[in-house]
């Protein structure tokens, strides 16, 4: 059974970063491709990254040249680094691991706010 835990979430100002992780237990991970949605209130979940498993990445065009989407195979684990934070990134952010972004497993979410 494949299981994916977020962290990292949590209040920080505009401009500030964050680093979101997920934790991923099973054999999924060297198979799948990882990636991060977030939600807001009232809103679509959207994607925000992703990183095919030979490690090309694609970004939401919101947050292309802030935010960095990375895996650590050794520890099965995929980050989300979060920089020059804005207001509209608040909501909560799924991490996803499936054959294709948005298929698959979800992790329980995790919250960002970004105050202004």
């Known amino acids: 059974q494949v299981q994916l835990v977020e962290s990292g979430g949590g209040l920080v100002q505009t401009g500030g970063s964050l680093r979101l992780s997920c934790a991923v237990s099973?054999?999924?991970?060297?198979?799948?491709?990882m990636s991060w949605y977030r939600q807001a209130p009232g809103n679509q979940r959207e994607l925000v990254a992703a990183?095919?498993?030979?490690?090309?990445?694609n970004y939401g065009d919101s947050v292309k040249g802030r935010f960095t989407i990375s895996t650590d195979n050794a520890k099965n684990t995929v980050y989300l680094q979060m920089d020059s934070l804005k207001p509209e990134d608040t909501g909560v952010y799924f991490c996803?691991?499936?054959?294709?972004?948005?298929?698959?497993?979800w992790g329980q979410g995790t919250q960002v706010t970004v105050s202004s």
């Open positions: 990183i095919t498993k030979d490690g090309r990445t």
């Open positions: 099973g054999r999924i991970f060297s198979r799948a491709a």
């Open positions: 996803n691991a499936g054959a294709v972004p948005g298929t698959g497993a």
